[in-house]
């Protein structure tokens, strides 16, 4: 999108194997072919790497989407959420205010929220309480994001994603992941005995945001980016199902405590000084991610 309105772009990845990297590798290969661009296969934890790019380049926008995600493998590798999440932004704050950038967007989460929040979330509410160090250190980035503004006028917006899916995502999440366990004949882990609600929001209305605030001036903002509606586990799975063509084996499970028994986006805020409106419904999003899975796949 940035490069179809003549933005000149500059992509650092690491493609690391937390997933398939040939996924990845394939994302900037087809996604991106006949396209102009940069790429730098550089960790932000490498600083001196990062200050390299920054020297080369003239910067004007950070759009910071590179994170160590997934809740539950926070409890299996703790370590890299600390140096990535947490140390990484750090490195890419440093160099953001020393140019400076005119603005550094930063994905956050809707883990933030934690196990007190009331549903919706909306951007006024305490967060003091995740329920996974993810969430503790999308937290951390925040408010390293709101000290970089206070002491260095650095301009941030934490845009809080909300379940992020479609084609081409990633293989740990929970449509992706199930996706493959249907299609194997595998068995399903149903959490909360399907109970679970998500705002689950299509790939291309999260892009939809992001453009709104690279368009748009602020200081330091906070937005919600959701679909502004909450589908129980039950009726995902059932469209998956659909649209597949195959029956899921269930096994259900009880609560996970590193998983919210419910996510639900207030998108007021997002509405109002993005003039964000989310159009693809769980339906139209899960069917376009199949037609896309089946062809990939050639399932």
Not at 70 to 80: C, E, K, N, Q, T
Not at 202 to 216: H, P, S, T
Not at 274 to 289: A, C, D, N, T
């Amino acid at each position: 999108r940035l490069i179809a309105e003549k933005y000149r772009v500059i992509i650092v990845d690491n493609l690391n194997d937390y997933y398939d990297p040939g996924l990845k590798k394939d994302r900037l290969k087809i996604l991106l072919k006949g396209l102009k661009f940069v790429f730098y296969k550089v960790d932000i934890t490498d600083r001196k790497a990062l200050e390299k790019i920054f020297k080369k380049h003239k910067i004007d926008i950070v759009c910071h989407l590179a994170a160590q995600p997934g809740v539950r493998h926070s409890l299996i590798d703790p370590w890299v959420y600390g140096t990535t999440n947490v140390q990484g932004t750090i490195n890419l704050m440093e160099l953001a205010k020393d140019v400076p950038v005119k603005k550094f967007i930063l994905a956050s989460s809707s883990s933030v929220y934690g196990e007190k929040a009331k549903i919706p979330f909306s951007e006024s509410y305490k967060i003091d309480s995740p329920a996974s160090l993810y969430g503790a250190t999308k937290m951390a980035t925040e408010l390293m994001g709101y000290a970089y503004h206070h002491l260095h006028g650095l301009k941030v917006v934490a845009l809080r994603f909300f379940t992020a899916y479609g084609p081409w995502g990633r293989p740990d999440m929970a449509y992706f992941k199930f996706a493959n366990l249907i299609t194997a004949g595998k068995p399903i882990d149903i959490y909360n005995f399907g109970k679970m609600k998500r705002d689950f929001t299509y790939i291309d209305d999260i892009i939809d945001g992001i453009m709104a605030v690279i368009k748009r001036n602020f200081n330091y903002e906070i937005f919600n980016l959701g679909n502004n509606k909450t589908v129980e586990l039950e009726k995902f799975i059932s469209l998956l199902e659909n649209n597949l063509g195959i029956k899921a084996k269930r096994n259900y499970l009880g609560n996970n405590p590193t998983e919210l028994i419910a996510t639900w986006a207030n998108i007021n805020r997002a509405k109002k000084m993005l003039g964000y409106k989310p159009k693809i419904s769980i339906e139209e999003g899960l069917k376009k991610f199949v037609i896309w899975y089946k062809d990939y796949y050639k399932k």
